[in-house]
């Protein structure tokens, strides 16, 4: 029984540093997870004289020169080209069948896009299984209503490719 006594006090602070790990193990498993994300948006070619390319997101609308657009349509709708010129009125609404957007510059000016037909391409899920999130993909093919009483006023009708891609929060 003597023994015991010295054997414990020299395994004092293993056991400490052991019982701040149990802790910690506790408080990150407690403590609050990044939550889900989603991210849609459309790309495709405004049908007038110089054909610029539009690209919107949940918050953004801009137009840039053809030349300028390339790459994955996913990235280009998750704002690594969007340096924008319009702000959605609603960026929680989703695709939904009207859009308004304002000028930045000008707010005063508006652009309305108005769906027209969407046609689904491809829908894409990949349940969580092992991994803690589960991810759905839907590609769509849309035609919107261009109107704008500023810049290119149209009416236009454009041929979009959309995304909307949705990433669940961790479970538990």
């Not at 459309?42 to 610029?52: A, F, H, M, Q, Y």
């Amino acid at each position: 029984m003597r023994d015991l006594i010295p054997a414990a006090a020299e395994n004092r602070p293993v056991r400490s540093l052991l019982t701040g790990l149990i802790a910690f193990a506790f408080a990150a498993i407690a403590s609050p997870c990044v939550a889900s994300e989603w991210r849609y948006g459309c790309r495709g070619v405004l049908p007038s004289g110089d054909e610029p390319v539009i690209i919107f997101n949940r918050s953004s609308l801009i137009m840039l020169p053809k030349a300028w657009v390339r790459g994955s349509l996913l990235g280009s709708v998750n704002g690594q080209l969007l340096s924008s010129s319009f702000r959605a009125a609603d960026n929680n609404s989703g695709l939904v069948p009207k859009m308004v957007f304002a000028r930045d510059d000008h707010p005063d000016e508006k652009l309305t896009l108005i769906e027209k037909s969407s046609q689904t391409i491809s829908d894409v899920h990949r349940p969580a299984g092992r991994q803690p999130r589960s991810e759905q993909i839907t590609t769509y093919r849309k035609v919107h209503r261009w109107v704008s009483d500023g810049i290119y006023q149209g009416p236009y009708d454009i041929k979009m490719d959309c995304v909307n891609y949705e990433l669940s929060a961790p479970r538990r």
